[in-house]
């Protein structure tokens, strides 16, 4: 926040300002040029700041802005795959799944290995049914088929038909625009302005910026009658930052995210007095490919595969965990399977060509190198140096497993196995954990307020949602369970800002 005491700590950039120099007092909002007034303002433009869009132009609000730093909108939901926890749906009913958000929440706090906030948790579960209509009412459009994600106890990963974020992204950008809401790009957040006691005023923007060019652009301060919603996202590509957090996380691990998964608004709230929480529990994704660069296909290709496949060692020809045991479990297995000399050594995921080609995934791992066909065991044995007669035993063993409908290796839920067996052509892709989600962030509370470090208490007229808040998940996120999130209490941040 741009108080006068952060103006001297901010002194440098901001003397660079000239005709801001009003913010040097910022004690009274008469004392700030604002160059744009709005009534609500949402920094990013991922599923947090849209849903918050939607739903701020469905109760009402007549002058909205959206501002995102690169030169498209979507941000880091983009790149997801465009999947969405939700319980007790019309489409689980149609396929005969038993859900709740009570189940729900008991799987998350399970993950969370007693970190996650049951109240956060509860309160976006809840709100799933809206979610989901709200999605659909935008033109999202879901497949028939629910996938089942690592960690849960029911099948209720819904997914929209594109595969990728970017289906929730265009319906949610097209229908926030009929209810006339301003959107710009190029638009990046530099910090708050606030009144003496605190309250949000409105936020300091650098205009027309480019990406990697940090003092391209113009800087014009924007206020906010109703509220500021951050909504930038997590910290992930940020190397420097979630290293000091993680000392583990380095440029070895690769990562998922957008480029601009900088941490942009984290810092800046964090250097105001929000409440930090759980920063150092960064997540990485167990499905990833170490032969391509961020998300990519391997992501999607593992998803579907991993529950009626098997994850073998390549130094034991075996398996070694649970392959729809929750992220962090099988990620911290995974970085661990290295050859002699501590080197990594990726593991090898297994699937039976028969089903994975059920799956638009497959084609895209064979066509770019991401995973490989091979028509015998011997011939995957020999191309990746494993140990054969252990690896066939391994094989042999797992089909028995799925006749018998139980798993007596790691316990895995096999429901979702009957009848597949795994019988030749194959289809290999190797697995290396890349980083992925921010579990911490900011402390807010079920009315998505942004809560304060020094009091406990909500620092007025600002708001947050999404990756950029912290202590919902706890230790580990189960897959699919951020986007209801992030729309969640996107949705909450602009109901709140429209009562205030």
């Not at 949402?42 to 947090?48: E, Q, R, T």
């Not at 009658?225 to 996380?249: C, H, M, S, W, Y």
């Not at 941490?263 to 800046?268: K, Q, V």
């Not at 032969?291 to 034991?316: C, K, V, W």
Request: glycine share 12%; net charge positive; charged share 20%.
């Amino acid at each position: 926040m741009q108080t006068r005491r952060s103006f001297l700590k901010f002194g440098a950039g901001a003397a660079a300002v000239g005709a801001l120099a009003p913010l040097t007092v910022s004690a009274n909002s008469s004392d700030v040029k604002w160059h744009e007034k709005h009534e609500i303002v949402i920094v990013g433009s991922g599923f947090a700041g849209l849903a918050a869009a939607v739903e701020a132009g469905k109760l009402g609000a007549k002058d909205i802005l959206v501002i995102e730093k690169l030169g498209v909108y979507g941000g880091n939901s983009t790149l997801n795959a465009g999947q969405a926890c939700f319980a007790n749906t019309d489409l689980q009913k149609q396929l005969g799944i038993e859900d709740s958000a009570e189940l729900m929440v008991q799987d998350q706090l399970k993950s969370g290995r007693g970190y996650a906030s049951e109240e956060l948790l509860k309160h976006s579960a809840e709100l799933g049914p809206y979610i989901y209509q709200l999605t659909k009412d935008c033109g999202c459009v879901y497949r028939d088929h629910i996938i089942n994600t690592g960690g849960t106890s029911a099948t209720r990963s819904h997914q929209v038909v594109e595969r990728s974020g970017a289906g929730f992204i265009r319906p949610m950008l097209k229908t926030a625009r009929s209810y006339g809401v301003k959107t710009k790009t190029r638009h990046k957040f530099e910090h708050l302005i606030t009144a003496a006691d605190g309250t949000v005023l409105g936020i300091q923007v650098r205009k027309d910026y480019h990406f990697g060019h940090e003092d391209s652009g113009t800087l014009i301060n924007i206020k906010a009658e109703k509220g500021v919603l951050i909504a930038t996202g997590g910290f992930g590509a940020n190397v420097a930052f979630r290293q000091a957090l993680d000392p583990t996380l380095g440029n070895e691990v690769g990562c998922t995210n957008a480029r601009g998964a900088t941490g942009d608004g984290l810092i800046a709230m964090l250097s105001e007095g929000a409440m930090p929480v759980h920063l150092s529990f960064i997540q990485s994704g167990p499905w990833a490919s170490p032969d391509e660069g961020g998300f990519g296909y391997g992501a999607g290709f593992s998803l579907y595969n991993f529950p009626h496949s098997i994850a073998i060692d390549r130094n034991t020809g075996q398996r070694f965990m649970n392959e729809t045991a929750d992220r962090k479990t099988r990620a911290d297995l995974e970085v661990q399977r290295r050859d002699k000399d501590g080197k990594p050594n990726p593991a090898l995921l297994i699937a039976p060509k028969h089903e994975a080609q059920k799956d638009p995934s497959m084609e895209n791992v064979l066509r770019y190198n991401v995973a490989w066909e091979f028509d015998s065991v011997d011939a995957i044995a020999k191309h990746f140096e494993l140990p054969t007669k252990q690896l066939k035993k391994q094989i042999d063993d797992w089909n028995k497993y799925v006749k018998a409908g139980e798993d007596p290796q790691f316990g895995k839920r096999m429901n979702m196995s009957t009848g597949i067996y795994l019988t030749a052509p194959f289809i290999v892709q190797r697995l290396w954990p890349k980083v992925h989600y921010c579990q911490g962030g900011i402390q807010i509370n079920t009315k998505a307020e942004v809560i304060a470090a020094k009091n406990g208490q909500p620092i007025r007229k600002l708001y947050a949602a999404g990756e950029v808040s912290g202590g919902v998940h706890g230790v580990s996120r189960l897959g699919g369970c951020s986007t209801p999130e992030c729309m969640a209490f996107g949705v909450t941040a602009a109901r709140s800002m429209m009562k205030a």
